[in-house]
């Protein structure tokens, strides 16, 4: 049998909002971690903990993943968006601006990962139902605003790209 | 939590006693107990417990106590450790009373048990199915340890 | 919180070498692939595996294949894959629609078909679900594999029939024979269901009664279970004198079911709760094998 080909830590290379980063983890790094502890994007949270909250959430490849349940190696190669990477050259993007106009945020602990997982509905299906957009963010929770606005906000955008 | 069990042996009570009151041999009969070590006979010893409950392993250094005993009838035992490693941590005090039946010898059990820490984490009534299992595979043993 | 202790990761590129591993690691390490349930054991200290043996670069394990007699899902298929794959839309309808609700989003990317049944959490979708396709699963170890059926691998919550030296491979799901109508019902207001049913009704030739079925009840107790008393009331059944007689069916089937005290409740209620939902599920399967629409909807709960 050949040597054991064992690792406990890894040379990564993350593309985080459109910029490589080459890194090098331990093979039990969270990617949560990675992103707040070693790149300073503070916009994904710890919360939960055990990824039913969606907090954390941020896209991987354009899917969205629970960071805090993630290891780092696995977004080896990999496109990783967060919230700081919405906008462009410092401006919000039309979702953000949607959520704002509409009073969508409040004490905005679960607003960045709202607003991945809404990125990934609406890049998939850019005129979604308002069910569609419930289905899709039900696994983010929100203490604060009750959801009716944070969905009117997703629905605004939407049809507003859509014109 | 509790179990109360009543355990027919086929054996008499004055050929059960001896095997009860030989604690060690009695740890023993319980499943994932190993190790029965005497510390003060009669009084005091050491176990091990190990068990797999779903994806956890817990392996226990118990402290054995015998805290009351009514020789020819009744054992009562106090028993307790902590598996540091998966912080969990167990306290069981078992109530054994003796009788004579029909055939043999009635034997009841009357466990009250605690778990706490990391095993508990996965629902009681998991360790409850778990800890009735045990108590129906140390009776089945007990049988066969008085059959030699 | 960070993962508190150390691991290595193993990326072994074949089953045979995956299984190689397992078995001389001999219990120091933890099969890894979507990482749901075992991140969060690791987050808990609830184990302490030396190493982490990731299956998700195995050729072969990530893929569905359909035949003309069943759908095979590799291991490391990840529900959402499942859920959108082209030959699941076509020849298992009732998969890809049920697979939708699973968990959330991000476990869907991530959470793995062959890890939510080798892990056995009692409430769960996919368990309940693929009974009803006489599924079964495929378990590799270094010196053979074997076959069970998926009523044979759930033992007890958090247990299964694998052994420590053995690797899920794949799970296969039997094709329904023409004409089958199915309905999937889940309950529930957390995350993981509280309690989840799966109806197959087979037609025979005129559509008109009801030639076997597959009625499965889940999450309600430590396994998911075939209502056989259901089913044997139902099969040979005109579908148009089923209709008054769902009540008793779905109180005969659940009597005597075996329910599991746990926070989504206690075990009269979940035996009740079980009752119900059979009902409301067979309503919906029966109103489709009628041709109708089902139009049925409950707090809490969906239906597919």
């Not at chain 3, 329904?176 to 889940?186: M, Q």
């Not at chain 3, 799966?198 to 309600?220: H, K, P, Y």
Request: include cysteine; aromatic fraction near 4%; proline fraction near 5%.
């Amino acid at each position: 049998m050949n040597a054991i080909r064992t690792r406990s830590s890894f040379d990564v290379r993350l593309i985080v909002n459109g910029q490589p980063w080459e890194l090098h983890v331990p093979a039990h790094a969270l990617l949560l971690d990675v992103l707040r502890d070693r790149l300073g994007l503070k916009g994904a949270k710890r919360s939960c903990d055990v990824q039913v909250c969606g907090a954390c959430t941020v896209l991987v490849d354009g899917a969205p993943v629970s960071a805090c349940t993630y290891l780092a190696v696995e977004a080896d190669g990999r496109q990783v968006r967060t919230v700081e990477g919405l906008g462009d050259d410092g401006g919000l993007a039309p979702l953000q601006q949607a959520f704002i106009d509409g009073g969508a945020v409040q004490c905005g602990f679960c607003t960045p990962g709202m607003l991945m997982a809404a990125t990934a509905l609406l890049a998939e299906d850019p005129a979604p139902s308002r069910e569609a957009i419930v289905q899709h963010l039900r696994g983010n929770i929100c203490r604060c605003t009750g959801y009716s606005k944070i969905v009117d906000a997703v629905l605004a955008c939407a049809r507003q790209d859509s014109r | 939590m509790r179990i109360t069990r009543d355990i027919a042996l086929s054996a008499s009570p004055a050929n059960v006693w001896p095997t009860l009151w030989d604690v060690a041999r009695m740890v023993e009969c319980v499943p994932g107990c190993v190790d029965a070590t005497e510390i003060e006979p009669r009084r005091r010893y050491a176990a091990r417990m190990t068990q797999q409950v779903g994806p956890i392993r817990v392996s226990i250094p118990l402290d054995i106590e015998v805290t009351e005993e009514k020789p020819g009838w009744c054992l009562v035992l106090k028993a307790k450790g902590r598996d540091a490693l998966v912080a969990t941590g167990v306290s069981v005090t078992v109530r054994l009373d003796l009788g004579p039946r029909e055939a043999g010898s009635s034997l009841r059990l009357d466990a009250e048990w605690r778990v706490l820490g990391q095993v508990a984490a996965l629902g009681h009534p998991i360790i409850q199915r778990r800890a009735e299992g045990m108590v129906d595979e140390f009776a089945a043993r007990l049988e066969r340890a008085l059959g030699r | 919180m960070t993962l508190p202790r150390p691991f290595e990761l193993e990326r072994p590129t074949t089953l045979d070498e995956a299984a190689d591993l397992l078995r001389r690691m001999d219990g120091e390490s933890a099969l890894y692939a979507g990482g749901t349930e075992l991140l969060i054991l690791l987050k808990h200290r609830a184990i302490r595996p030396r190493s982490l043996i990731d299956l998700k670069r195995i050729d072969g394990l990530g893929d569905i294949r359909a035949t003309d007699e069943r759908l095979v899902i590799g291991a490391t298929v990840t529900h959402r894959t499942l859920e959108r794959a082209p030959d699941v839309g076509a020849g298992w309808p009732l998969v890809a629609g049920a697979i939708r609700h699973v968990a959330n989003i991000r476990v869907r990317n991530a959470g793995t078909v062959g890890g939510n049944l080798a892990f056995a959490d009692p409430h769960s979708d996919p368990a309940t679900l693929f009974m009803a396709f006489d599924a079964s699963v495929r378990l590799v170890a270094a010196d053979g594999a074997r076959t069970l059926s998926l009523g044979e691998l759930a033992h007890a919550p958090y247990e299964t029939a694998r052994r420590p030296d053995e690797i899920l491979a794949a799970v296969s799901l039997q094709r329904w024979p023409e004409g089958a109508v199915g309905a999937y019902l889940k309950f529930g207001l957390y995350e993981r269901p509280t309690a989840t049913v799966a109806v197959a009704l087979f037609l025979d030739g005129t559509r008109s009664t009801v030639r076997d079925a597959r009625i499965v009840v889940g999450s309600v107790g430590p396994r998911a279970v075939r209502l056989h008393v259901a089913e044997r009331a139902v099969a040979g059944e005109p579908l148009g004198r089923l209709a008054p007689r769902l009540d008793e069916i779905a109180a005969a089937a659940t009597r005597d079911l075996e329910t599991m005290r746990d926070l989504h409740g206690a075990p009269d209620y979940k035996r009740e709760l079980a009752r119900v939902c059979v009902r409301r599920a067979l309503a919906v399967a029966t109103a489709r094998a009628r041709g109708e629409q089902a139009d049925e909807r409950h707090p809490h709960t969906i239906i597919v």
